[in-house]
């Protein structure tokens, strides 16, 4: 078997498979074992890392974990042989793999046999490859996790910069560029990194910005940290400037099979947002930073590449970072002036889809919103013409996002979901096979279908298993809370309060988890209010409650609540039309009650319009999270009160 700790731990046996190894708890037990390479952990030492303040029967729980272990890890263990892998050692527990069976061990390895010779290069980019997300990634709150993470994080950033040394003595040159740039744009404060990135960029005849580079090491180093640059650096200059004879590479010749390694740094962006937390922030930072970093190049299909290889699935229509998004599109606009209209379909696709992507802030102007339509669609016409499955998926994937167009269009979202899991599945693209299964629970919850999203939840839970995609658990959790909240209108069915838990597990997990302010903040207050709509109750008036971007549509209810009237009259006449997005029928519905509760008939009549066609469907059932009940509800109630005289 395998156990696999550069990102989240994970163990699989010889075919590949999965091991279940449990719950949090049972999972840092191994890990803890894999930190101690091979050497005997005291219980008590096991005992004090797992718990700040150890239960009373913390021993017999750690025992426990252990047996459990074993039981998943050699399954076919006849009874009453010894375990083979995870060892009783005198006081304490060792695990006995061989090295290569360890991810982090086989990189420790590859590093030092790089750092003494350079014809292990393809064995370093091989192991600088396995790393999916920080080390030990879903160990929070360990001391001893979070030693390991900050050691390996060193010893990765020492494995990219060794490999990028041994590129340039082997020749490489303006291919290092890009991927320089973003690493010294991350870490500013690595000197080597400096001096790399001088080397790449003097070998690619760019002796000015070499120069101007170490320039820049140079002021920051002084102005930040008060600093003279090392020898190193400046022994560079002196050569860049004299054009020593020690630049050139330590063999002329591209030895086969040395190549600029399938992880750059925008690739491993790509891999990191997909875990979600912390590693989504860096994901994102690392994929603007390299996109930068090629346009300063002046190459512009490497650019072109660079914006277009983060092909990473999204689901959610609001942008995190509104302000990144705007700078990626420019990017990616700008690019695709300079490739001019007959450039290669493949990168104007890739850029189209990117701008119909990262185009889904909700502050968009019309002409934004013109735009990104167009551009997703011209992609996914290019994607056919193509004939690249992956290409068309991450096309229909920016057709998806700006598919929210006016409420009532569950049916046609999942159609753009049912051909993405189609394509996906059939040409093994598993990260956009989970994309279709989520975009077809939301649109199942949409229309009320409950059995079906359900369905197309525990699909998308099974491939996230094996895509380590931890996003996933989270989003099914918020929808099965939603089906819990609207069984608890049926007779029998769980209680409101029952529901409400639900929801606040729901919330914990997104808040610890997911690193997506732009989902996260306001779901929670939003679908306890959708609770209590649904039980006839008043809006929640809890003060602490955070409405995020909720806040001018569900205002009106809450000054109701509050028995203030003419407040929430002034507050419902100043609400804004809902954004284009998972939450507009919800938005309608709100202002359509808001409206009929205060007798305000042209407001009532707008969101009557505007509900009109999603009449069959279910209120903030598009998100998939939360639900406020059937749109016909809230329709009948504006259109009643919009007739009245």
């Known amino acids: 078997m395998r156990i696999d700790v550069l990102?989240?731990?994970?163990?699989?046996?010889?075919?590949?498979?999965?091991?279940?190894?449990?719950?949090?708890?049972?999972?840092?037990?191994?890990?803890?074992?894999?930190?101690?390479?091979?050497?005997?952990?005291?219980?008590?030492?096991?005992?004090?890392?797992?718990?700040?303040?150890?239960?009373?029967?913390?021993?017999?729980?750690?025992?426990?974990?252990?047996?459990?272990?074993?039981?998943?890890?050699?399954?076919?263990?006849?009874?009453?042989?010894?375990?083979?892998?995870?060892?009783?050692?005198?006081?304490?527990?060792?695990?006995?793999?061989?090295?290569?069976?360890?991810?982090?061990?086989?990189?420790?390895?590859?590093?030092?046999?790089?750092?003494?010779?350079?014809?292990?290069?393809?064995?370093?980019?091989?192991?600088?490859?396995?790393?999916?997300?920080?080390?030990?990634?879903?160990?929070?709150?360990?001391?001893?996790?979070?030693?390991?993470?900050?050691?390996?994080?060193?010893?990765?950033?020492?494995?990219?910069?060794?490999?990028?040394?041994?590129?340039?003595?082997?020749?490489?040159?303006?291919?290092?560029?890009?991927?320089?740039?973003?690493?010294?744009?991350?870490?500013?404060?690595?000197?080597?990194?400096?001096?790399?990135?001088?080397?790449?960029?003097?070998?690619?005849?760019?002796?000015?910005?070499?120069?101007?580079?170490?320039?820049?090491?140079?002021?920051?180093?002084?102005?930040?940290?008060?600093?003279?640059?090392?020898?190193?650096?400046?022994?560079?200059?002196?050569?860049?400037?004299?054009?020593?004879?020690?630049?050139?590479?330590?063999?002329?010749?591209?030895?086969?099979?040395?190549?600029?390694?399938?992880?750059?740094?925008?690739?491993?962006?790509?891999?990191?947002?997909?875990?979600?937390?912390?590693?989504?922030?860096?994901?994102?930072?690392?994929r603007l930073a390299a996109a930068q970093a090629a346009e300063r190049t002046g190459d512009i299909a490497l650019t072109a590449r660079v914006i277009g290889a983060y092909d990473v699935p999204a689901l959610w229509s609001r942008a995190d970072d509104p302000e990144q998004s705007r700078a990626v599109v420019a990017a990616a606009e700008r690019t695709l002036t300079a490739l001019g209209p007959d450039s290669p379909a493949e990168l104007r696709a890739r850029l189209l889809a990117t701008v119909a992507v990262e185009s889904r802030s909700a502050d968009l102007s019309g002409s934004e919103r013109r735009r990104a339509g167009q551009a997703a669609r011209e992609a996914e016409a290019l994607a056919r013409e193509w004939g690249d499955p992956a290409l068309l998926v991450f096309a229909l994937n920016g057709v998806f996002l700006q598919s929210f167009t006016r409420p009532g269009l569950a049916a046609a979202r999942d159609a753009i979901g049912a051909e993405i899991l189609d394509l996906a599945t059939r040409h093994e693209l598993t990260n956009f096979a989970v994309l279709g299964r989520l975009i077809r629970l939301q649109s199942a919850s949409a229309l009320g279908d409950l059995h079906a999203a359900t369905a197309h939840a525990e699909a998308a839970e099974q491939l996230a298993v094996s895509t380590e995609a931890s996003l996933v658990p989270v989003l099914t959790g918020w929808f099965r809370a939603r089906a819990t909240a609207a069984r608890s209108t049926e007779p029998g069915g769980p209680t409101a309060a029952t529901a409400a838990a639900h929801y606040r597990a729901a919330e914990t997990a997104l808040a610890d988890t997911a690193g997506m302010p732009g989902l996260h903040r306001g779901l929670f207050a939003l679908a306890l209010l959708g609770l209590r709509l649904l039980h006839g109750r008043p809006a929640p008036t809890d003060p602490a409650l955070d409405w995020g971007p909720y806040h001018p549509w569900t205002r009106p209810l809450v000054l109701l609540a509050r028995n203030r009237v003419e407040e929430a009259r002034t507050a419902l006449a100043g609400a804004p039309e809902p954004p284009l997005d998972h939450m507009q029928e919800a938005l309608w519905c709100l202002t359509a009650h808001a409206a009929a509760r205060l007798g305000e008939r042209p407001v009532a009549a707008r969101a009557a319009a505007a509900l009109r066609p999603a009449r069959t469907e279910h209120a903030g059932g598009a998100s998939g999270m939360l639900t406020l009940g059937p749109v016909a509800r809230y329709l009948a109630e504006a259109e009643a009160c919009a007739r009245k005289r």
Do not use: K
């Open 7 to 286: 990102g989240a731990v994970r163990a699989l046996r010889d075919d590949g498979t999965p091991v279940d190894l449990g719950g949090p708890r049972h999972r840092e037990v191994l890990a803890r074992l894999v930190a101690a390479e091979g050497r005997m952990v005291a219980t008590d030492t096991l005992v004090d890392d797992l718990w700040a303040e150890p239960p009373v029967r913390a021993v017999g729980a750690l025992r426990t974990f252990v047996a459990a272990l074993r039981r998943a890890i050699e399954p076919d263990r006849p009874p009453r042989t010894p375990p083979r892998v995870l060892v009783t050692e005198g006081p304490g527990y060792v695990l006995r793999l061989p090295r290569d069976n360890v991810d982090v061990h086989r990189f420790e390895d590859a590093l030092a046999r790089a750092r003494r010779t350079p014809d292990a290069l393809t064995g370093l980019d091989a192991a600088l490859a396995a790393w999916r997300g920080p080390a030990y990634a879903d160990v929070t709150g360990s001391a001893w996790a979070e030693r390991e993470r900050t050691r390996l994080e060193e010893l990765r950033l020492e494995g990219m910069e060794l490999r990028a040394r041994l590129l340039l003595d082997s020749g490489a040159g303006a291919e290092l560029v890009a991927e320089l740039g973003a690493h010294v744009t991350e870490h500013p404060w690595r000197e080597p990194a400096w001096g790399l990135l001088a080397r790449a960029l003097h070998r690619a005849g760019r002796q000015a910005d070499a120069l101007a580079t170490l320039r820049r090491a140079r002021t920051m180093l002084a102005d930040q940290l008060g600093l003279d640059p090392g020898a190193d650096l400046r022994r560079l200059e002196t050569d860049i400037l004299h054009g020593a004879a020690t630049l050139q590479p330590a063999r002329t010749v591209w030895t086969a099979g040395v190549r600029l390694g399938p992880r750059t740094t925008v690739e491993l962006a790509r891999t990191l947002a997909l875990a979600g937390g912390d590693a989504l922030v860096h994901s994102r930072r690392d």
